[in-house]
């Protein structure tokens, strides 16, 4: 199994919902990433959870809230959002960060959008 | 200046045409990715190179470490090659991948 699953696909949801978009891997991955991209942009990190512990949060506003509930799943909890919110939100993971050449495993990624 | 520069930015081809997409990066790096995104999809590594040259299908990439230098071939392109092609290198201490802005590729048929 060399797949990163996320759900949902898509979710359009309101400024002042809560809302949780999840990502699972069974690769025995270590490190797992949370990237926000904008139409016609590249990806922009938001988290890296090392070894279940979060390692990197790029400036990212509080009301994203990341969860590593166990080596195979990564949550990201969203509440008041705001419509520049909107975007393609992708997961990653690879072996473990600090490791040179593993490969990076990407989600389909969440397709959000904030009314 | 960016980190990592691709060229060209859009691309469009005829079907059957050898396709040349370009990647320089000005940081150290430990290893080069080829992505690939379907519009509205998800992103696909296609190849991880830290160096010499990788083959996979029509797929080619070459990295060059003293130049600071990688390219993607794509041989007798079709087009359900259209999609964004993204270079990333992973050079950070967080394992990160630092994008380049991608190159949209456009096959007609």
């Known amino acids: 199994d060399t797949e990163v699953t996320q759900t949902p696909k898509h979710l359009v949801m309101g400024m002042t919902n809560k809302k949780s978009l999840k990502c699972e891997q069974h690769m025995g991955h270590r490190a797992m990433y949370w990237y926000k991209q904008k139409a016609k942009k590249p990806p922009e990190l938001m988290f890296v959870y090392s070894y279940e512990k979060l390692s990197i949060n790029e400036s990212v506003p509080s009301r994203f809230s990341p969860e590593c509930p166990n080596s195979s799943l990564l949550n990201l909890h969203l509440h008041a959002l705001q419509p520049e919110d909107s975007a393609l939100y992708l997961c990653a993971s690879s072996q473990a960060k600090e490791s040179s050449n593993t490969e990076a495993f990407f989600g389909q990624g969440t397709r959000l959008t904030v009314v | 200046k960016n980190e990592v520069e691709q060229s060209p930015q859009n691309l469009t081809a005829q079907e059957g045409e050898f396709i040349t997409i370009n990647c320089s990066y000005s940081v150290g790096i430990s290893a080069l990715h080829w992505l690939q995104q379907h519009p509205g999809g998800g992103i696909v590594s296609l190849f991880m190179l830290s160096s010499g040259k990788k083959k996979h299908g029509r797929l080619i990439a070459t990295i060059n470490i003293q130049e600071k230098h990688s390219s993607l071939h794509i041989t007798a392109s079709h087009p359900r090659d259209s999609a964004v092609y993204i270079c990333?290198?992973?050079?950070?201490?967080?394992?990160?991948?630092?994008f380049g802005k991608g190159t949209k590729l456009s096959v007609k048929p």
């Open positions: 990333a290198v992973k050079g950070g201490s967080q394992g990160n991948l630092i």
